[in-house]
C-alpha cells in the first residue's frame, strides 16, 4: 500500500489508485495522514472536521467515518486495520516507504547533506529526486482545519526550500543557461520569493543578458512594492549593483 499526498489524496494498491469522495471522510484521512503514528485525539479530529461548532451527535459520526475510512482501506490478505483506535483518539500506522511525503523529506534531507559537502552534483539528483514525487499541490490543495492546514503549509514550504537549493546547485556547477526557464516559472508561481529572482538575475547574468537580468530586478521590485510595499532584500540590492558594476566575481 502506497499513500499519496504531494497531489490529490490517493491510495495505490499496487499501480492502480483509488480516492475517497466523501468530503468528511477524505478530511478524516489527510488529518490521520498528517499525524501518522501518532494518536490524534476526538477533540482534534472534530475540530478538524466541524470547527467550533460540531453537530450534537459529532462523537457517533466520527466513529461512522472512521468505520468506512477502515472500509476504505482494507485489503484482502490484511488481518488489522492501519487506523488503530486508542483511548483517546485513533492513529494511522505506516511503514516508513509507505508515504510519499516522507521519502519526499528524506531525499530533500539528502540533498541538503550533499549540498554541504560541496558534493553538488549529487544534490542535484537528490533533490530532482524529491521533487519528481509532486504530483500537484498538497492534497490537491485541500484546506480543512489546523491540523491539515499545518501540514500542507509545511510541505509546500519545503517543496520551494528544495528548489531553492537545486538552484543554488546548478549555478554552481554551472547550469546557469539550463535553468533560466525553471526559474522564470518559479517567479511566476511565487512572485515573493526573492531567492528564485536572485538567482534567475545570477543565471541571466552568467548567460550574457545582462539587460534581461536587470529587468528582472525592476520586476522584482516592483512586485514587492505593489503587493508589501517594501523595497527587495540586501542581497538583491547588492546582486543588482554588481551587475551594474559588472564585477568579475559574478562570473563564478
Not at 91 to 117: I, P, S, T, W, Y
Request: aromatic share 6%.
Amino acid at each position: 500500500m502506497r499513500y499519496e499526498v504531494l497531489g490529490s489524496l490517493r491510495v495505490l494498491d499496487g499501480d492502480i489508485p483509488s480516492e475517497i469522495s466523501a468530503r468528511k471522510i477524505e478530511k478524516l484521512f489527510a488529518a490521520l495522514l498528517a499525524c501518522a503514528d501518532r494518536v490524534v485525539s476526538f477533540e482534534a479530529l472534530m475540530a478538524e472536521l466541524w470547527g467550533e461548532e460540531p453537530p450534537r451527535r459529532a462523537m457517533a459520526c466520527l466513529q461512522v467515518y472512521v468505520s468506512q475510512l477502515r472500509k476504505f482501506l482494507r485489503r484482502p490478505d490484511d488481518t488489522e486495520s492501519p487506523v488503530v483506535t486508542r483511548p483517546s483518539g485513533y492513529l494511522l500506522r505506516l511503514n516508513d516507504d509507505e508515504l510519499d511525503a516522507r521519502l519526499f523529506l528524506r531525499r530533500m534531507g539528502q540533498g541538503r547533506v550533499f549540498a554541504k559537502e560541496k558534493r553538488h552534483r549529487e544534490a542535484c539528483s537528490a533533490f530532482e529526486a524529491a521533487l519528481s514525487l509532486w504530483r500537484g499541490p498538497v492534497m490537491g490543495g485541500m484546506r480543512s482545519g489546523p491540523i491539515v492546514d499545518g501540514f500542507v503549509t509545511g510541505l509546500t514550504e519545503a517543496k520551494l526550500e528544495s528548489a531553492a537549493m537545486l538552484g543554488e546547485s546548478q549555478l554552481v556547477l554551472g547550469m546557469h543557461r539550463e535553468i533560466v526557464g525553471r526559474l522564470y516559472s518559479l517567479i511566476a508561481e511565487n512572485p515573493l520569493r526573492e531567492v528564485f529572482y536572485r538567482q534567475l538575475m545570477l543565471a541571466l547574468y552568467r548567460s550574457e543578458r545582462q539587460g534581461d537580468a536587470l529587468k528582472v530586478y525592476q520586476a522584482a521590485r516592483k512586485t514587492l512594492n505593489d503587493e508589501l510595499g517594501v523595497e527587495p532584500c540586501r542581497s538583491l540590492r547588492e546582486l543588482h549593483q554588481s551587475i551594474l558594476d559588472a564585477e568579475d566575481r559574478l562570473a563564478s
